[in-house]
């Protein structure tokens, strides 16, 4: 796995993404998982355009790097 920038807007990683997940004791959904990381980082809250791409790191984490249960 290697680090990467998602949100160029607000500089937030891939590591980023994933530090805020691992802090967290569980998600009941990638919508919920989302907002916690926005709250935390603050990405996606600039052009807006890296909205998915954020989504997307953040099913990855969740269902190849930790169980993550409901
Ligand atoms: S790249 Fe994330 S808000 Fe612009």
Redesign the pocket.
């Known amino acids: 796995m290697f680090d990467y920038t998602i ?4 500089q937030v990683s891939f590591f980023d993404v994933e530090d805020v997940l691992n802090k967290s004791e569980k998600f009941e959904s990638v919508e919920k998982a989302f907002k916690e990381v926005q709250e935390i980082t603050h ?8 909205h998915d791409k954020i989504l997307d790191a953040i099913s990855e984490i969740m269902t190849k790097h930790r169980p993550y249960k409901a």
């Open positions: 949100c160029k807007c607000k990405c996606s809250t600039g052009c807006g355009g890296c």
